[in-house]
C-alpha cells in the first residue's frame, strides 16, 4: 500500500512561493492520479489540482489556475506543487492523495483512495 508524506510548507508572505513535495513510498507516482487538496481553518476541504497517472492531463481549481503548477518526478517517486503570487486565502493544511479510479471526475475526494498527514501553509499579509 502506498504511503505518501507532503513537506514544504511553511509561513510565507503574500506574493511569495513556496513548493510542496509529496514523496511516496511503497507504490511508484507514475501509477496513480495525483490530488492536491487543501482544508482551511473552518472550511472543508477543497480540490487544487490534479496530474494523471500519465503525467499528460493536469487540472486546476480556478482559485490557482495560473499561479500553481504541479509537476512530478518519476525517479524521485515525488510529485510537487509549486506554489506562487500566494495570497492569504491560500493559508490552509494542504494533502496530497493517490488514487487509481479511471474517471474524469479527480476533483473529488471519494476518488482517492491514500492520503498524506498534510503541511500547513500560512500566508501573511
Known amino acids: 500500500q502506498v504511503q505518501l508524506i507532503e513537506s514544504g510548507g511553511g509561513l510565507v508572505q503574500v506574493g511569495g512561493s513556496l513548493r510542496l513535495s509529496c514523496a511516496a513510498s511503497?507504490?511508484?507516482?507514475?501509477?496513480?492520479?495525483m490530488g492536491w487538496f487543501r482544508q482551511a481553518p473552518g472550511k472543508e476541504r477543497e480540490f487544487v489540482g490534479v496530474i494523471r497517472r500519465s503525467g499528460g492531463y493536469k487540472n486546476y481549481a480556478d482559485s490557482v489556475k495560473d499561479r500553481f503548477t504541479i509537476s512530478k518526478d518519476n525517479g524521485k517517486n515525488t510529485v510537487y506543487l509549486q506554489m506562487n503570487s500566494l495570497k492569504p486565502e491560500d493559508t490552509a493544511v494542504y494533502y496530497c492523495?493517490?488514487?487509481?479510479?479511471?474517471?474524469?471526475?479527480?476533483?473529488?475526494?471519494?476518488?482517492?483512495?491514500?492520503w498524506g498527514q498534510g503541511t500547513q501553509v500560512t500566508v501573511t499579509s
Open positions: 492523495a493517490a488514487g487509481t479510479q479511471i474517471t474524469s471526475a479527480l476533483r473529488l475526494e471519494r476518488m482517492y483512495h491514500t
Open positions: 511503497g507504490g511508484t507516482v507514475s501509477t496513480y492520479n
